[in-house]
């Protein structure tokens, strides 16, 4: 975990003193394909968890071992998909917030929220603050952010055996050059974010009417 400022002191200090903080993260943000999956978690502080980190941080192996471990001992969580059609209707930034606001909204008692990033869901009806790299600062958002890794390149790794010859098992949807020639080979499938510009730009003229029509 990295040091925390002035800000988050006071951040950490609210948590404290209450019992039914969730904290909240997402996974896959910047993936030309595949569902962005977004959990919060609220931990038991009697039941702590050793070796929580930032997932990106983590070797999958870890994060693999963390997942049930989580799962078993917090609280409470909820973990949200947000499929690339919902992505393309809005935009990745409306629908990261959208995201936050179900997971945190579908846990069963909330006192206060903490979610990563540096802005807040409107209309959350719960009292919550941003913690920018909160995923490095908090165990509860390092917690979480695994939730959403791990279940999302569950997915994704499904997602693979339906769609071969994109290899999404070897990049998990984002833009690596394996992932853009396959673009360019095959264009876009179900699962990619037409909205993204990589991909609009792989579309023939039915993908493009095909993509402007889930935008409607």
Known sequence: MIE???????????????????????????????????????????????GLNDSKKLTEKKREKLYPEVIEKALDYCIIKISSEEIDHSNILEMRMEGMRRAIEGLKKVEYAIIDGNKLPKNLNIPADYMIKGDAKSEG????????????????????????????????????????????????????????????????????????????
């Open 4 to 50: 925390l400022d002035e800000r988050d002191i006071e951040i950490k200090k609210k948590a404290s003193e209450l019992l039914y903080v969730a904290e909240c993260d997402e996974a896959g943000a910047g993936c030309l394909a595949g569902d962005l999956v977004v959990a919060a978690v609220i931990l038991d502080p009697d039941n702590p968890i050793d």
């Open 141 to 216: 958002i390092a917690a979480a952010s695994i939730l959403a890794k791990v279940t999302r390149d569950h997915q994704i790794e499904e997602d693979s055996k339906k769609y071969p010859e994109y290899s999404f098992d070897k990049h998990k949807g984002y833009g690596t050059k394996i992932h853009k020639e396959a673009l360019e080979k095959y264009g876009p499938c179900e699962i990619h974010r037409m909205s993204y510009k990589p991909v609009r730009a792989s579309m023939n003229d039915e993908q493009f009417k095909k993509w402007q029509s889930r935008t409607k």
